[in-house]
C-alpha cells in the first residue's frame, strides 16, 4: 500500500452479551466487565477508500450506507473522528471515502453500531499499519479493539471471537477496560459451535438510547449492587465455560438479561423495553425447557428482540420448536439464524 492513497476492507460481526455492561464511567470505561459471544453471521462489512490531502485542521469524508450517500450517520462518524483522533494523528492528512454494507436486514432492530464501529476501527488500524509497518498482531487487534471502543462500548468486544470478555476481572488474566481480549482460557467444545437465533420481536427505533440508558445508571438506586454482581457472575462462568455445564449457563445468562431489564424499569426516568411478545417467547421457552429438558435459553439487549442460545447438537429440535411454536411471536415471523464467531476479518 502507498501512503498517499488505497483503500481496505473490513468485515465485524455483531456480538451478544452473555453478562451485560449497562453503566459506564468517564471516557467509555465500563462500570463493570462483561463478556460476550462474537457472532458469525449478523456482520457489517466497511470499506475504507483514502486520499493523502493538505491538512486544513479538519476530518474530510463521505459516507455511503448500502451504495448510497446518507447523511444522517455523518455525525456519528463525525463524533468518532474526534474521540480517536487523540490516538490516530494523521486523520486530518486524508480524506476518506466509507462505505458500508450489514447483512442483517435494515432496522431489524439489531443495533449495528458494534459491527459497524469495529469494522471501521480495524480499517484505520490498516491505514496505520501502512504509516508503522513494524506493528505486531497483537498490538493492531487490541488498539482497533480500544478505538471500537471509543465509538461504542461493546463494539470493542466484536473485533476477536469467539468468547471476549471487556472489563477489568481480577481472576481473567489480561482483562482490561481499555479493550476486549479473547477469554485467555480453554472453553468447552459445547460452546464452539454454539447457536443463537435472533427472534425479531420489534423492529421499531430503539425506545432509549443506549448512552442515556449508561447514563440512567449514574443516579441509579440499585447500581453498586448491580456492578457487584456482573462481577460475580463472570467469575461463576469461569467454571462453567471449562466443564460446559448448562444448567448453571442458563441460570446465569437469562438472570443476566432480565437484570438488565430490571434496571431500566427501576431507573428515572423509567422504560419498559420489552413487548407482549418478548414474554410470550420468554414462557414458551421455559415451557418447552421444562417439558422436553432441552438446553436452551434466552438472552436479550436493550429492546424486544429474544436471542435464542443453544448448543448445536440440539439444532434440530430447537429450530423445530422455533418454527412450529415461537414465529408466531416474531414481526412479519422474521428471525436470523447465528452462530458464535472469530470476529473481524479482512476482505
Ligand atoms: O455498546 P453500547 O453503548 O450500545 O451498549 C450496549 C449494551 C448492551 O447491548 C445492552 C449490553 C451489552 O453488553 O452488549
Known amino acids: ?32 466487565p462483561s463478556v460476550s459471544f462474537t457472532l458469525s453471521n449478523c456482520k457489517t462489512i466497511t470499506t475504507l477508500a483514502f486520499a493523502r490531502k493538505q491538512n486544513n ?17 455523518k ?11 487523540a490516538y490516530l494523528p494523521f486523520l486530518k492528512n486524508y480524506h476518506f471515502t466509507i462505505e458500508t454494507v450489514n ?36 498490538y493492531f487487534f487490541s488498539k482497533a479493539s480500544f478505538l471500537a471502543r471509543l465509538g461504542s462500548g461493546s463494539a470493542c468486544r466484536s473485533v476477536k471471537g469467539q468468547v471476549v470478555v471487556w472489563g477489568n476481572q481480577a481472576n481473567i488474566k489480561g ?10 482460557y480453554a472453553i468447552h467444545d459445547t460452546f464452539k459451535n454454539f447457536q443463537d437465533t435472533i427472534l425479531l420481536v420489534d423492529k421499531g427505533e430503539k425506545q432509549v438510547s443506549s448512552t442515556i440508558g449508561h447514563d440512567l445508571m449514574h443516579e441509579h438506586p440499585f447500581a453498586e449492587k448491580r456492578f457487584a454482581q456482573a462481577h460475580e457472575n463472570l467469575d461463576k462462568l469461569i467454571p462453567v465455560f471449562k466443564n460446559g455445564n448448562l444448567e448453571e449457563f442458563i441460570k446465569i445468562v437469562e438472570s443476566e438479561a432480565l437484570t438488565l431489564h430490571a434496571m431500566m424499569m427501576t431507573s428515572l426516568p423509567y422504560f419498559i423495553l420489552m413487548k407482549p ?21 434466552f438472552t436479550l439487549d436493550a429492546g424486544a428482540n429474544v436471542h435464542v442460545l443453544y448448543p448445536n447438537e440440539v439444532k434440530e429440535k430447537v429450530l423445530q420448536f422455533i418454527k412450529t411454536e415461537l414465529v408466531g411471536y416474531c414481526q412479519n415471523g422474521q428471525y436470523l439464524c447465528d452462530e458464535i464467531g472469530n470476529g473481524a476479518s479482512l476482505g
Open 1 to 32: 500500500h502507498s501512503i498517499d492513497q488505497g483503500s481496505f476492507s473490513w468485515s465485524a460481526p455483531s456480538n451478544i452479551a452473555l453478562v451485560k455492561y449497562w453503566g459506564k464511567k468517564d471516557k467509555q470505561i465500563p462500570a463493570n
Open 57 to 73: 485542521g479538519n476530518f474530510s469524508f463521505d459516507f455511503l450506507f448500502e451504495g448510497k450517500p446518507k447523511e444522517d450517520f
Open 75 to 85: 455525525p456519528k462518524i463525525q463524533n468518532f473522528l474526534e474521540r480517536v483522533e
Open 103 to 138: 447483512t442483517f436486514p435494515h432496522s431489524s432492530g439489531i443495533a449495528s453500531s458494534a459491527s459497524g464501529m469495529a469494522a471501521l476501527a480495524m480499517n484505520f488500524m490498516s491505514l496505520e499499519k501502512v504509516l508503522y509497518p513494524d506493528m505486531t498482531e497483537d
Open 175 to 184: 482483562s482490561t477496560d481499555l479493550y476486549g481480549v479473547a477469554y485467555p
Open 277 to 297: 411478545n418478548t414474554l410470550q417467547i420468554i414462557n414458551a421457552i421455559w415451557k418447552f425447557r421444562n417439558k422436553t429438558k432441552t438446553p436452551v435459553c
